[in-house]
């Protein structure tokens, strides 16, 4: 099991950027795929970027377009979620999460947030139009 801890969440302005961090701990980080969802009030959970163990990534296209930026620091047990031109629909819950399986990469299948075994507690990010 890994401990998942998010920060970086607030209120900015539309246009405006954020950096989200998760911090692992618990289980070996460096090999698990990593993603970040996000959950807005009255929706499901929705898939917003993934990044493999080795460093490749996949995003959700239709919703950063270009935006966001997943990426890894594995010495310090880290993921973040640069996101930047922020839109007010941009506005939920981010969640940081860790996959199931070590030494998993199908990006198709990590949009599914039920391959993820361990959730962080989440981060709420509202933008302002």
């Given amino acids: ?3 998942l801890v998010e920060s970086g969440g ?17 289980r070996t980080f460096s090999t698990y795929s990593m993603g970040w969802f996000r959950q807005a009030p009255g929706k499901e959970r929705e ?3 993934a990044i493999s163990w080795s460093g ?12 966001f930026s997943i990426s890894k620091d594995n010495a310090k047990n880290t993921v973040y979620l640069q996101m930047n031109s922020l839109k007010p629909e ?3 819950v981010y969640y940081c999460a860790a996959y199931g399986s070590p030494w998993f990469w199908e ?23």
């Fill in 1 to 3: 099991q890994v401990q």
């Fill in 10 to 26: 607030g209120l900015v302005q539309a246009g405006g950027s954020l950096r989200l961090s998760c911090a692992a701990s618990g």
């Fill in 47 to 49: 898939f917003v970027a």
């Fill in 56 to 67: 490749p990534t996949t995003y959700d296209e239709d919703a950063v377009k270009g935006r």
């Fill in 90 to 92: 941009d506005t939920a």
């Fill in 107 to 129: 990006p198709s299948a990590l949009r599914n947030p039920l391959g993820f075994g361990s959730w962080g507690q989440g981060t709420q990010v509202t933008v302002s139009s």
